[in-house]
């Protein structure tokens, strides 16, 4: 059957079609997705709304919407996902970058660092907030770790097609294990795994489509955080910094075991919504 749709009307069939699925952002998902099939940006859409769609163009879109209605993340669906000023190649094996992380690397960038500190991330999935951090600061010496093979071959791509290569090293490992015993650093910046495994929430939106492993954590969320508080210590210059990512009900019990280590100046801040969501503190024990 030959299409008649033009951009327009394909835009309100998808906006419709996504919005029964649940979604709360259905217009701006029907664009992403048209944009994807058309090769063009969102301007486009605007300035060329009686254009008509290819048959071939609006099966594809008919397809993509369909899945999106069904719950598939739209960054899946699409492969890539913008982060601060960088596009992401992204996949079902790590988490898709969030507005909320882009947090970390703001309040990362305020710290008086010197210009060639060497920072640690630990769990970096895509690459998003090492290479965030690395495109700002080229002097800074960035290391970033993965236990999943996956994440480390999709974080490896990120960086190399964002002309990152020779500002951050990548390698796999489960925390802190495949780092040398002299090895320290003036900064440790982490989004864990922060979900209570019985949060309802894991039923809910894009996190049905990401890895488990990356979400949840034991202890109530907890387990991750606090191991990284607890060990970070063995890999920190005296008066660097750890700064975590963590839940917004989390910031109590975070700060509490940054103060019950040691730690000194702890500091929560809020996300765009003026929830906690980062909390970090400074090593000055030698």
């Known amino acids: 059957m030959k299409s008649y749709y033009v951009i327009s009307r394909a835009i309100n069939y998808g906006k419709t079609q996504v919005a029964l699925g649940g979604s709360d952002s259905a217009l701006l998902d029907a664009q992403l997705l048209l944009q994807h ?19 071939q163009q609006w099966q594809d879109y008919r397809t993509l919407i369909e899945k999106r209605r069904d719950g598939y993340p739209v960054a899946h669906l699409v ?6 000023d960088l596009t992401l190649a992204v996949n079902d094996s790590t988490l898709i970058p969030r507005p909320d992380s882009e947090i970390l690397v703001e309040r990362a960038l305020l710290l008086a660092l010197k210009d060639d500190a060497k920072v ?23 290391t970033a770790l993965d236990k ?34 002299a090895q320290r650093f003036d900064l440790i910046i982490s989004n864990p795994p922060y979900i209570d495994p019985d949060d309802a929430h894991l039923q809910l939106g894009d ?36 700064m975590l990512e963590h839940g917004f009900a989390q910031g109590p019990k975070v700060r509490a075991f940054f103060s019950e280590k040691g730690y000194e100046k702890v500091n929560t801040v809020t996300d765009y919504a003026n929830l906690d969501r980062v909390t970090f ?3 000055i024990n030698d």
């Open 37 to 55: 099939v058309l090769g063009c940006d969102r301007q486009y859409l605007y300035m060329h709304p009686e254009q008509v769609l290819e048959d």
């Open 148 to 181: 999943s093979a996956e994440a480390v071959q999709l974080a490896t791509t990120n960086r190399d097609r964002n002309g990152l290569t020779d500002r951050l090293t990548l390698l796999q490992s489960d925390w802190f294990a495949a780092l040398k015993a």
């Open 207 to 242: 996190v049905r489509f990401e890895p488990r492993s990356a979400l949840v954590a034991d202890d109530q969320g907890y387990a991750d955080l606090r191991f990284i508080i607890e060990q970070a210590p063995a890999y920190l210059n005296p008066g660097a910094w750890v």
């Open 120 to 142: 640690l991330e630990l769990g970096t999935g895509t690459g998003a907030i090492a290479l965030a951090l690395a495109n700002e600061r080229p002097r800074w010496q960035l």
């Open 79 to 84: 492969g890539h996902r913008d982060f601060w």
């Open 281 to 283: 503190a400074q090593w």
